[in-house]
């Protein structure tokens, strides 16, 4: 079995930061893309940023210069720094991990999801 368990997600005001962390466990082989996506009341999911096995990233127009994602590979864990955040980043992070286990081929796991919420 493998599980994605997320930290970090709070309450802040406007302008400051937060670090959300998503960490992979159990009978995991290999790792390609980890991807942080986000989800606000009466929205559809959306990605937000993603990083691929050799550290090439991408970001939501929305994100770029505030949001930066990185990887552990050696803690199968992936970050979200969060910087200059803005009322409208309010929504709860979910990490997505593609992921080969032993026991599975390929498969996209999710993790329960941190509420981060941004107060002006």
């Known amino acids: 079995q493998v599980q994605l368990v997320e930290s970090g997600g709070g309450l802040v005001q406007a302008g400051e930061s937060l670090r959300l962390s998503c960490a992979a466990s159990?009978?995991?082989?290999?790792?390609?893309?980890m991807d942080w996506y986000r989800q606000a009341p009466g929205k559809q999911r959306e990605l937000v940023a993603s990083v691929t096995s050799g550290d090439m990233t991408n970001y939501a127009d929305s994100v770029k210069g505030r949001f930066t994602i990185s990887r552990d590979n050696a803690k199968n864990t992936m970050y979200l720094q969060m910087n200059s955040l803005k009322p409208e980043d309010t929504a709860v992070y979910y990490c997505q991990m593609n992921i080969q286990s032993y026991l599975r081929s390929w498969y996209g796991y999710w993790g329960q999801g941190t509420q981060v919420t941004v107060s002006s």
């Open positions: 159990g009978s995991i082989r290999s790792i390609d893309h």
